[in-house]
């Protein structure tokens, strides 16, 4: 499903932030990327959510050799991922609702088929309460809990999770690492970078070791 292949990643002309990454994941795969700061794990996480392209080697995702994929075709592949952004990127003029509804809205569906599903997620984040608030009324955690709604409820492919429990509350955490088993029960590949070894012990999946730009353990 995702296979890198001695990849290599720069921004501009600066030196190579990630070298020599190789790696596959298999479908339905589950696995932790820990590493310290500054290793490359956000920068490793761009390179698979598509949204840079690699200054060497070779990136195939669902089948699709990136270098040759031509960039109006990278779109459709992004919508068969999911997401968490350390920043979250909510979009501030919509209400949370309207936020995590927004993948469903993209890909066509009528609000009728999807408006329970929604809502039913937000109350199991806890923002039953905030459906009609806008982000910038949400707490760090609130914002958060939002942003991975927003990854999870098209059941994508593909998650990429970027410290997905660093603004919650250790309960919060649990129950949000039990969606994300669910989510991989059915189907869902998931890679989540955390520096919560607790987390990682927790849930008993495998890790992506990086350090320095490099990946030094796969297993």
Do not use: C
């Amino acid at each position: 499903m995702i296979r890198f292949e001695n990849v290599g990643m720069r921004y501009g002309m600066g030196p190579e932030v990630l070298r020599d990454v190789s790696f596959h994941l298999e479908r339905g795969s589950f696995h932790f990327l820990t590493g310290p700061s500054g290793a490359g794990k956000t920068s490793l996480l761009k390179l698979m959510f598509l949204s840079h392209r690699p200054s060497r080697g070779l990136i195939s995702m669902f089948g699709h050799d990136i270098a040759t994929t031509a960039r109006k075709d990278l779109p459709a592949l992004r919508r068969r991922i999911g997401i968490v952004f350390q920043e979250f990127r909510l979009l501030d003029h919509l209400t949370t609702y309207e936020n995590v509804a927004l993948p469903l809205q993209v890909s066509g569906r009528e609000e009728a088929s999807y408006r329970d599903d929604v809502r039913e997620l937000l109350a199991w984040v806890g923002l039953g309460e905030k459906m009609e608030a806008k982000p910038s009324t949400l707490s760090g955690g609130e914002q958060q809990r939002a942003a991975i709604a927003r990854a999870v409820v098209a059941q994508p492919e593909l998650l990429l999770a970027d410290e997905p429990t660093g603004n919650v509350d250790p309960e919060m955490g649990e129950r949000l690492m039990r969606l994300f088993v669910e989510l991989n029960r059915l189907g869902t590949s998931i890679l989540i970078a955390t520096h919560d070894h607790a987390l990682v012990e927790q849930v008993g999946a495998p890790e992506l070791v990086i350090k320095g730009g490099e990946l030094t353990y796969h297993g």
